[in-house]
């Protein structure tokens, strides 16, 4: 104790803190203050290093061994020092004096200092000679694996496949068998952890085990009662496949594959479509053919909308995929059709770039636009107003003729809708569409048709036409604002509904800088000057903060 009630000395500009006592850090490690263990604890290879690398086998590994009773933080930094400790205990011939703590740590209850205990073990089994690795390593995972506690059966899922290329062929078969028994444990979440490291393990099995072995386990969690096992066979699935003979995956893969994809369970094709592009490669263009067109087909009219949206995402992967002697026919004829739902459609128009180079832009201007005016009419405003943000992108691809015959009134449409958002989206539209097409087409085809709503009845869309204005003027130039937008903004500044009149000062404010000083002295000023004066409080405001931005004071 006398050495604990030390003065700690001050660190150093650099922050050097070897000098602090050891005696203090292990006192910390027993105060009750959670903390003070824990700060000590990281501070673990200063008292290593203090000890000397026997002192820190003899005397500190059985200390923190014996007093793995701690909050959860604790433990878990207790379990990420261990996995650095090699040297600190003499280099890899003592490395197996580490694993004590990290078996115990392996062993608690929580979660996440159990998976940390895993990893340094997994990390520190790579320091093992193969010798320390069968006297060592390989019974503590043996233990792990016929534990009572559910909690290191599932820890020693995760230590199989760093052990098992590295030991004789008899201790390979006892591996194989732990593995077998947890693959048909009593407990769902030890099945969940042997399904989790399925796909791991087999890559490290000879050939002919995958066949046997893992084929029969991957088949029996596949059809496992709990969802929660069956997902994650699935995601085993891209691995086994991988490691395969094409000649084997029809008969030793695909019916179990198959069976995934129209699972009871929502979650399970959920996962079929998530990994839907990796298993694609994994089983080659034959069976993606084959097999895979019509399961991708069930899985974008699938019932469930997250099931639709997982697949909508692997659309264009999908398609990028497919052996190019048969690509064109399948997306016609397989996938398009299938382009029903909103998300699965917005999916493939926003990856339109892409999938207008798989298969060209006519047909796909054809097969796509009942789908793209559909979802413009859409009932959900916020499927509409993703179809919006694909404009610009639909234009690039279409070009300007197809888009003035086919969408024009659409984006026109929009400036009218009853939803703000809308209207707003709509016109940020017009301004990434004249930027595409130019000013000349703006004057043609979109400025007349803007104007034109300022003598609407409805106060919402004389609105409209000042948000366009303000959004256009840039992108129109100086003439075109100045000659036919400019006299538009001026007269409504006799509108009788004062929201349009204060919107009259903010679009003037705006438009300012593109127009000339002739006109922002003769035309502006002189309406800016007559709303200053208005009736109505924030008209006054808006004219006079457009009156000082513009200098016309």
Known sequence: KAAAAQPRRREGADGDDSLYPIAVLIDELRNEDVQLRLNSIKKLSTIALALGVERTRTELLPFLTDTIYDEDEVLLALAEQLGNFTMLVGGPEYVHCLLPPLESLATVEET?????????????????????????????????????????????CGLFSVCYPRVSSTVKAEIRQHFRTLCSDDTPMVRRAAASKLGEFAKVLELDYVKTDIISLFTALAS?????????????????????PQEDLETLVMPTLRQAAEDKSWRVRYMVADKFSELQKAVGPEITKNDLVPAFQNLLKDCEAEVRAAAANKVKEFCENLPEDNREQIIMTHILPC????????????????????????QLSQSLLPAIVELAEDAKWRVRLAIIEYMPLLAGQLGVEFFDEKLNTLCMAWLIDHVY???????????????????????????????GMANDPNYLHRMTTLFCINALSEACG????????????????????ANVRFNVAKSLQKIGPVLDSNALQTEVKPVLEKLASDTDMDVKYFAQEAISVLALA
């Open 112 to 156: 996440v200092v159990r998976d940390k205990a895993v990893e340094s073990l997994r990390k520190i089994s790579q320091e093992h000679s193969p010798v320390d690795l069968e006297v060592h390593f390989e019974p503590l995972v043996k233990r792990l694996a016929s534990g009572d506690w559910f909690t290191s059966r599932t820890s020693a």
């Open 224 to 244: 496992d009662e709990q969802d929660s096992v069956r997902l994650l066979a699935v995601e085993a699935c891209v691995s086994i496949a991988t490691l395969l």
């Open 339 to 362: 382009v029903k739902c909103p998300e699965v459609r917005l999916n493939i128009i926003s990856n339109l770039d892409c999938v207008n180079e798989v298969i060209g832009i006519r």
């Open 421 to 451: 958002a809308i209207r707003e989206a709509a016109t940020c539209n017009l301004m990434k569409l004249v930027e595409k097409f130019g000013a000349e087409w703006a004057q043609n085809t979109i400025v007349p048709k803007v104007l």
């Open 478 to 497: 100086q003439e075109i604002t100045t000659k036919q937008m400019l006299p538009v903004v001026l007269k409504m500044s006799n509108d009788q509904v």
